[in-house]
């Protein structure tokens, strides 16, 4: 009976154990289900108070705000992450448009974001080329590595994969998310500032 009551105890334990393990498990995936809503929230809060005080509130025209931004889309959609912010200002100083607006912008691209925007640039790049697409693992982009070396290996290897029918498809898309970016976001503005003037002639 004693050996008996020792077996049932040790099975209890083990079903606590296995029990713990779970609803620890499961509370871990719920805690990072929330972290990630939480960045997710976090991150359209500050686009959106970009948006708001950055962009619209820019001084300058509506026209060179509208074309800052333009820049910053376009180039965040290129497979230039170390340069972007640079290639961002410069684009910009070229086009004189606003050099301030668009600098934020490049920062959506990031290690992050970067297989949903330039796999498809790269699908559609092979499509236009004629070529097959290489079994290309991006991931290998979002992994975090122990030194900037080892990274820019690793980015460079895959580069030379996949680099032109990569670049013929960033162009494509860079530009027509750019114009898009212009008309959009000098609607935006223009259509704000018009109704804050026809909100102070209704004060006055």
Request: charged share 15%.
């Amino acid at each position: 009976m004693g050996f008996l009551r020792c077996a049932v105890a040790d099975v209890n334990l083990d079903l606590r154990h296995q029990l713990s393990r779970v609803i620890f498990s499961g509370y871990r995936q719920v805690e990072r289900s929330w972290v990630v809503r939480a960045r997710t929230k976090a991150m359209w809060g500050r686009m959106r108070d970009f948006v708001v005080y950055d962009v619209i509130h820019a001084d300058d025209t509506p026209h060179r705000i509208a074309l800052g931004v333009a820049c910053g889309m376009f180039v965040c959609f290129t497979p230039t992450i170390p340069f972007q912010m640079v290639l961002a200002v410069a684009l910009s100083w070229l086009l004189r448009a606003n050099k301030v607006v668009g600098i934020p912008l490049v920062w959506l691209s990031n290690p992050a974001t970067m297989v949903p925007i330039f796999l498809p640039q790269y699908l559609l790049g092979c499509q236009l080329l004629g070529m097959k697409a290489m079994d290309v693992d991006f991931s290998k982009l979002t992994q975090t590595y122990t030194d900037w070396d080892e990274q820019f290996l690793v980015a460079w290897g895959l580069m030379e994969k996949i680099f032109w029918p990569l670049w013929l498809g960033s162009i494509i898309i860079s530009t027509l998310v750019g114009i898009a970016s212009y008309y959009f976001s000098l609607f935006l503005i223009i259509r704000y500032r018009n109704r804050a003037i026809n909100q102070r002639i209704k004060l006055q």
